[in-house]
């Protein structure tokens, strides 16, 4: 029987259990008919995941409890120091993403913590959608600035980090000295400029609400050469980094943790209850850097920024993609550098010029 009839019976069966193997060596389990409560798994020999430590040694690869879960975290820097660099990684990323930045901010004597956000990497993935609300998730940071016992936080997010980053600022969850973020607009300046280009570009969104097809269909693809293939400096990603980002989708119940995030802001109502809340001006001096070739994100998002952010800063980046600090981490790393040491923060521009053949 081809895999996708198989599959699909064991989906849609009255809650009898239904293995499938690939020819990947991966087992793919389906049980349970209710929509929200069933159950994929992505079995190898190893459930547990390489750390950003087994590839980059000069960071350290530490699980904390947090908010009640286990989180894994990457640290880097003066573990002692009262500032704390917090990196958010974004989807379907992993704390990895921050390793050109990571020892850019040791450098300047900061703590600095990228945590795999719940669902990801080898951190706890829970199985509810409500354990994915972007309260929970604001908790999880709230949590991890207590545990660092810091007074002085750098918040740095990027795509669903940022997105918790934004919220997190605007309902002063902690205190901020400077918040970062890249390649994702601010919640209301989104809705403004929500028109059918952006919707078009946000349909991905949409699909991620049908439960088990969007894991499914995912689950055929390879998330390493999707951001691989989107990348404006695919020289950038290691085959481990790869490796990695392609490991993250196969973990047990992985997808379901990643893709429950958009399910719990849209269908599970977070995103209405947070503009119920209504949006308070952010006062906490912020940088935005946006890679203009984002394929998900318009730039329009990007330009009422300043209507609901006091004391911003943005920077864009021309000719580079959504994976913004990590196709131009030189360019990104100057622009955090000057900005955390309150430095004028440099622009980067595209120049063009006329050659000939024969220079």
């Given amino acids: 029987m081809p895999i996708e009839t198989s599959l699909f019976k064991s989906l849609w069966s009255d809650g009898v259990f239904a293995d499938i193997y690939r020819p990947t060596g991966f087992k793919i389990a389906a049980w349970n008919k209710r929509l929200d409560n069933y159950r994929f798994e992505f079995r190898s020999k190893k459930d547990t995941m390489k750390k950003t430590s087994d590839i980059y040694p000069e960071i350290q690869t530490q699980q904390l409890d947090i908010n009640g879960i286990i989180l894994e975290v990457d640290q880097c820097g003066d573990q002692e120091s009262d500032r ?33 956000l719940r669902g ?27 545990a660092s016992n810091c007074s002085r936080v750098t918040l740095i997010a990027h795509d669903w980090g940022a997105m918790i980053a934004w919220y ?106 947070q503009r119920d809340l209504g949006t308070p001006l952010i006062e906490v001096p912020t940088l935005m850097v946006w890679g203009e070739d984002d394929s998900a994100l318009t ?17 864009y980046l021309p000719r580079i993609s959504h994976w913004v600090q990590q196709d131009a981490p030189d360019e990104v790393n100057a622009m955090m550098r000057a900005f ?18 024969d220079v």
């Fill in 168 to 273: 997190f600022a605007i309902r002063r969850i902690r205190n901020l000295e400077r918040l970062i973020i890249c390649n994702v607009p601010h919640p209301a300046a989104m809705q403004s400029a929500m028109g059918w280009r952006q919707l078009l570009r946000s349909w991905y969104a949409f699909f991620f609400q049908i439960p088990r097809l969007a894991e499914w269909v995912i689950g055929r693809g390879d998330l390493g050469n999707l951001m691989l293939s989107s990348s404006a400096a695919p020289g950038n990603f290691s085959d481990e980094v790869l490796q990695l980002y392609r490991d993250n989708g196969r973990r047990p119940d992985g997808l379901r943790g990643m893709i429950n995030y958009y399910r719990a802001l849209i269908r599970g109502g977070g995103g209405r209850r």
């Fill in 120 to 146: 990801y990497g080898n951190s706890t993935i829970p199985q509810n959608l409500e354990d994915y609300s972007i309260e929970t998730l604001m908790a999880d940071v709230a949590s991890l600035v207590d």
């Fill in 84 to 116: 704390l660099a917090l990196c958010l990684h974004g989807f379907p990323e992993h704390a990895i993403s921050w390793r050109f930045q990571m020892p850019m901010l040791a450098e300047l004597g900061m703590k600095v913590w990228a945590p795999n």
């Fill in 340 to 357: 955390i040491l309150g430095e004028e923060v440099p622009t980067m521009v595209w120049e063009s010029r006329l050659v000939y053949d």
């Fill in 299 to 315: 730039i329009e998002t990007t330009i009422d920024t300043d209507q609901w952010v006091s004391d911003l800063t943005l920077r």
